[in-house]
């Protein structure tokens, strides 16, 4: 149903320039209304919704890696045997024999206990309230 | 252009929301759990002997801080507690208690990266069998998960009583800890110089495939067949001693630290043989 607008005034309420005391139509694309709008607003309502989806997506992933790092760290160090061998072994392939016996030699001199470096740390086993007396 | 605006708008937003949580989370971890540093490894990992070996600087440098702040903690509880001692208020026992609660949980904090320690030295050492380092590190860590309920239960006591029930419990564990930590030192000091034997027992076979070809007179020959038998004395002597060092390693009527200490004298004559055993072997190597 058509609506009507008073002279000076179009659809949106803006004041045309009268000329010749004619009512001077809105541009033609101006003129457009209702769905298209209503389509425009959709598009852009999807967008916002999938933009918001994203960033709450990202957040959820952000989370679940941060309580896997919290899980990681949260203290249970389960044995693992490396099948190859930890230490390092000291590189003597260049050396020749005498030099290998020469090094052995002074490493059994200097031999250091790893317990020297592992010393059992000295803590107060006595943490106790006493009561008020 | 409406769009685009928007979603230029939402994305900073993103930016920021992402920022915030961030910030704010990180520190909490942080706080909440100072073990996450050293305990990094995952069930059934394998690690190569380089991780491990930063993992273990990692956890050297963690204890050399929590042992600074623990004693900081452990120094003011005594002064609380003297002061209790003194004043007899009942703040004064509030005070004492929380500064307990707090020594508590940093000394158990040091207990848990001193096990870790020991953990990654057992899982280094070479020579022990299998099943014993296997069977240790079990224990070892069993030892870790029952600090760390220690701990936890510290977290959520606040009265003086639940604390000093805490206390008794610790002292169980801290019991059976001691024996297990000094087996466990003796058995790694061992492993080192049975290691060391092994190395010494692969360069004399070399040295002696090396010297077979050798065109020698026959005073030489006999010389060598002289040294031979003298250096297979020294180390059937070095073998017979870690054999017996084995023993005491895993005899279960002798505590931790007697084992231990024992232990100290035998790997102190086994190192003055295996000497002996090296300084002929350089005699011969340079002679013949």
């Known amino acids: 149903m058509a609506k009507n607008y008073s002279n000076n005034q179009t659809q949106f309420g803006i004041e045309e320039p009268i000329l010749d005391g004619q009512t001077r139509m809105p541009k033609a694309e101006k003129v457009v209304v209702g769905p298209i709008d209503t389509v425009q607003i959709a598009l852009v309502k999807k967008r916002q919704l999938l933009i918001i989806g994203a960033t709450g997506l990202v957040l959820v992933v952000i989370g679940v890696l941060v309580l896997i790092g919290m899980n990681l760290g949260s203290g249970q160090v389960i044995p693992q045997i490396s099948d190859q061998s930890p230490t390092p072994t000291p590189e003597v392939v260049d050396l020749s024999l005498r030099e290998q016996i020469d090094l052995l030699t002074n490493q059994v001199e200097q031999f250091e206990k790893p317990s020297r470096s592992l010393v059992f740390p000295s803590v107060e086993t006595d943490i106790r309230i006493n009561e008020l007396k | ?288």
């Open chain 2, 1 to 288: 252009m409406n769009q685009k605006k928007l979603l230029i708008k939402n994305l900073a937003l993103t930016v920021v929301a992402v920022a915030v949580i961030w910030l704010t989370i990180t520190p909490v971890l942080a706080q909440s759990d100072p073990l996450a540093q050293p305990l990094t490894l995952l069930d059934g990992q394998r690690i190569s002997a380089e991780e491990l070996s930063r993992h273990t600087q990692a956890l050297r440098d963690l204890y050399a801080k929590q042992i600074e702040s623990y004693k900081f903690a452990e120094k003011d509880y005594q002064l609380a507690k003297n002061q209790q001692t003194q004043l007899g208020t009942l703040s004064s026992v509030e005070r004492t208690t929380q500064l307990a609660k707090v020594a508590m949980i940093e000394r158990s904090d040091v207990l848990i990266t001193y096990f870790n320690l020991l953990h990654n030295y057992l899982v280094m050492a070479e020579g022990i069998d299998p099943k014993d380092q296997e069977k240790t590190s079990a224990e070892i860590l069993s030892h870790i998960t029952d600090y760390q309920a220690h701990r936890q239960k510290i977290l959520f006591v606040e009265d003086r009583a639940s604390l000093n029930q805490i206390a008794e419990e610790f002292d169980q564990v801290f019991a059976v800890s001691t024996n297990l930590v000094y087996r466990v030192l003796y058995a790694l000091d061992l492993s080192q110089m049975n290691s060391l034997r092994l190395h010494a027992v692969v360069l004399y076979e070399k040295l002696q495939q090396k010297q077979a070809d050798l065109p020698l007179s026959q005073t030489k020959l006999a010389e060598r067949d002289r040294a031979y038998l003298d250096i297979d004395r020294v180390f059937d002597q070095i073998s017979s001693q870690i054999e017996n060092e084995q023993q005491l390693a895993i005899d279960e009527t002798k505590g931790g630290l007697e084992i231990y200490k024992q232990g100290a004298n035998l790997l102190a004559q086994t190192q003055a043989n295996l000497m002996k055993a090296l300084k002929y072997l350089q005699e011969l190597a340079s002679v013949i």
